[in-house]
């Protein structure tokens, strides 16, 4: 049975489940959530983790069980989440932009890479 393949697809679901339902509770919740957010930094890579397990998974022929066909649920709706927090991260460029410009001026430099 696929089990490898249900506990590489469950894992970073619970990683994007903590991510976009991220709750603001007591000191332990908190930090567990913290520690699983990193997906939030890197959702392109888990969805090629995703991708590779899946894709792993149905040349072996495990996607031909009831676990394999949970696992693959379970891929699908994290990809979802995934697209969800990549979406979440469009406008942080623009934001990150507009903000050093209001530090900083419209094009700061660096004094030793001044234009001669």
């Known amino acids: 049975m696929p089990w490898g393949y249900l506990i590489s697809a469950a894992f970073p679901g619970v990683c ?7 709750r603001r509770s007591p000191r332990p919740p908190a930090t567990a959530f ?3 957010g990193f997906v939030n930094e890197a959702p392109f890579l888990a ?18 069980t009831a676990v394999g066909w949970l696992a693959f649920a ?4 994290t990809l979802g989440g ?8 469009l406008p942080a ?5 507009q903000a050093l410009a209001e530090q900083l001026g419209p ?8 234009s001669r």
């Open 34 to 36: 913290f520690h699983l």
């Open 74 to 77: 379970i891929s699908l709706m």
């Open 47 to 64: 969805a090629y983790w995703l991708i590779g397990t899946t894709a792993l998974a149905g040349a072996q022929g495990d996607l031909n």
């Open 16 to 22: 994007v489940l903590a991510v976009i339902a991220a």
């Open 93 to 97: 460029g623009r934001v990150v932009t």
């Open 107 to 114: 094009h700061p430099t660096h004094p030793g890479c001044a």
């Open 82 to 89: 995934l697209t969800v927090i990549a979406v979440r991260a």
